[in-house]
């Protein structure tokens, strides 16, 4: 059983700053790569931002960057989304993602979700 559970969410003023968490738990044999994801009422799931495994390489969505920045903790097997300059339009379900190896099945990586943490960023 893997599990991902995200924290860091909440309301916050336009111009304010949010961190989010994300560790992942369970019978992990080795973490590829991290990302975080969101989704806005009515809209589709976006990408928001990925780091590799080593941290050497990250992807950002052209609408953060500049203001988000990801990062990981390999030892925790924790991810973190730095949000600065947050406004309205980051309002969303932010959802973290990890491609990964079990110890049950170490050569078939999965990928799996956590269930989500609401960012709501007043203007």
């Known amino acids: 059983q893997v599990q991902l559970v995200e924290s860091g969410g909440g309301l916050v003023q336009a111009g304010g700053s949010l961190r989010l968490s994300c560790a992942a738990s369970?019978?992990?044999?080795?973490?590829?790569?991290m990302g975080w994801y969101r989704q806005a009422p009515g809209k589709q799931r976006e990408l928001v931002a990925t780091?590799?495994?080593?941290?050497?390489?990250?992807n950002y969505a052209d609408s953060v960057k500049g203001r988000f920045t990801i990062s990981r903790d390999n030892a925790k097997n924790t991810v973190y989304l730095q949000m600065n300059s947050l406004k309205p339009e980051d309002t969303a379900v932010y959802y973290c993602?990890?491609?990964?190896?079990?110890?049950?099945?170490?050569?078939?990586?999965?990928?799996?979700w956590g269930k989500g943490t609401l960012v709501t960023v007043s203007s």
């Open positions: 993602n990890a491609n990964l190896h079990t110890i049950v099945a170490p050569n078939h990586p999965l990928t799996y």
């Open positions: 369970g019978s992990i044999f080795r973490v590829n790569v």
């Open positions: 780091i590799t495994s080593a941290g050497g390489t990250t």
